[in-house]
């Protein structure tokens, strides 16, 4: 296998039970004691859990009153948005000091192509993953776990290997027997539906794709089929893309069951409460353009394929509303997601209503997000609104 990435360096850095570990850090009480952190009215879901909490089958998204059957000394803190996000920053000003090419995933993970790093300093991606972690203990006080290959998708099943506070590295001649086991249900885009699906026709592992071959996962899998046979076989071209290079920021979501309208407008308000969450924290420099959302309609076709259709809205007047909320994101994170939250809600139900009413069918995923302007419109260089509107941008 010759391609580019086998030159390329990557680390993914994810942090150990992310939003427990900052509460832990901050309440010693809570530290040997299972602990999750989310809402405990009846209707709420945990944002995580501690490793000794999960130990009991407590985890992320599950509600907290199930929670508390699993494990009736489970102490439920509230988040603190706040407090994640200022060790976020840290986090990645200790990145900037290994590499410019760091795509944040969301507030505790991201990639990291250290290539130039390690070459120029004649360091190994495993040192390097050793030093970022201790600056980030020694800056934050907690733990993050590391995971290198020459791709992207194998650097992040990679950090997943050893947590917590492990580095666990997938070395270039490694690959193929890596490969060799790994379960499909691990490759990046391969959801429990999919799996089911793959486990129907006999596909268990990377080395079963590999069998199969491509012409028959096109088959079976459309375009997508064509990328899992190159996955198997540890192919990903995909660079490290820094926030001033992607074109767009979305959040999706795919159901347990299947929604209909009524139900997925029901949804739309906490989902777009996370989008706000994530493009205030992510791209405070980048100006969007237009919103949109996505959603995949179940088994369109005969094979059994699902139909993907976007709906998009350019944005005009409310456009400057939504640079205060992003200039002003500083001041008070909660407030702003919420006041961006109430003025995107309204878009993304228009968008979404017209595409149920033209699909009339129930849905599976949902996505929303923004497209960006030129990416090299900097939201640091408008001094206030009135430039902003001197800027001559094009919304068509
Ligand atoms: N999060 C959330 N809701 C989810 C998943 C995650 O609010 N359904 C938040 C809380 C997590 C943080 O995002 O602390 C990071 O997510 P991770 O998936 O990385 O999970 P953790 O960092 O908590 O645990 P791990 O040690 O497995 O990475
Ligand atoms: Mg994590």
Redesign the pocket.
């Known amino acids: 296998m010759i391609n580019g990435s086998n030159l390329r360096q990557i680390i993914h850095i ?7 570990a900052v509460e832990m850090r901050d309440n010693p009480q809570y530290k040997n004691r299972p602990l999750a ?1 989310g809402g405990k009215s009846k209707r709420s879901v945990l ?2 859990a501690n490793y000794p909490a999960r130990k009991f089958g407590v985890r ?2 599950i509600p907290s009153t199930m929670a508390l059957k699993l494990c009736p000394e489970l102490v439920i803190v509230p988040p603190n948005f706040q407090k994640y996000k200022q060790a976020s920053e840290i986090i990645h000003q200790v990145f900037l000091e290994f590499t410019k090419q760091i795509q944040p995933l ?4 991201a990639f990291l192509d250290i290539t130039h790093f390690s070459t120029f300093h004649d360091v190994s991606p495993f040192e390097i993953a050793q030093m970022i972690k201790k600056k980030i203990l020694d800056r934050t006080e907690l733990t993050a776990s590391a995971g290198i290959a020459n791709t992207k998708f194998l650097a992040k099943i990679a950090s997943d290997w050893k ?2 506070n492990g580095i666990y590295e997938i070395k270039i001649d490694q690959v193929p027997t890596f490969l060799k086991d790994l379960k499909v249900k691990k490759l990046p885009g391969v959801g429990p539906v999919t799996n089911e699906k793959m486990k129907n026709l006999g596909l268990d592992t990377c080395l079963d794709l590999q069998n199969y071959g491509q012409a028959n996962l096109i088959q079976n899998f459309g375009k997508f089929g064509g990328r899992l046979y190159e996955l198997s076989l540890g192919i990903d071209h995909s660079e490290v893309k820094s926030s001033r290079t992607s074109k767009s920021l979305s959040i999706e979501n795919t159901f347990k069951e299947n929604l209909n309208t009524e139900k997925l407008l029901l949804e739309i308000p906490q989902l777009v409460d996370d989008f706000s969450l994530r493009f205030l924290r992510k791209r405070k420099n980048r100006l969007p353009k237009s919103i949109f959302v996505r959603i995949k309609l179940p088994n369109h076709d005969k094979k059994g394929l699902e139909k993907s259709v976007i709906n998009f809205l350019n944005l005009s007047e409310d456009i400057e509303k939504i640079v205060k909320h992003n200039i002003n994101n500083e001041t008070n994170l909660e407030q702003n997601i919420s006041d961006l939250s109430q003025l995107l809600t309204p878009y993304f139900s228009k968008l979404t209503h017209e595409i149920m009413e033209k699909h009339q069918s129930e849905i599976r995923l949902f996505g929303l997000g923004v497209r960006y302007q030129n990416p090299e419109l900097d939201l640091s260089e408008i001094k206030n609104l009135k430039d902003f509107d001197q800027l001559n941008f094009q919304f068509a």
């Open positions: 994810d942090m150990d039970c992310f939003y427990a952190v944002c995580t992320a998204a969301s507030l505790d993970e947590k917590p």
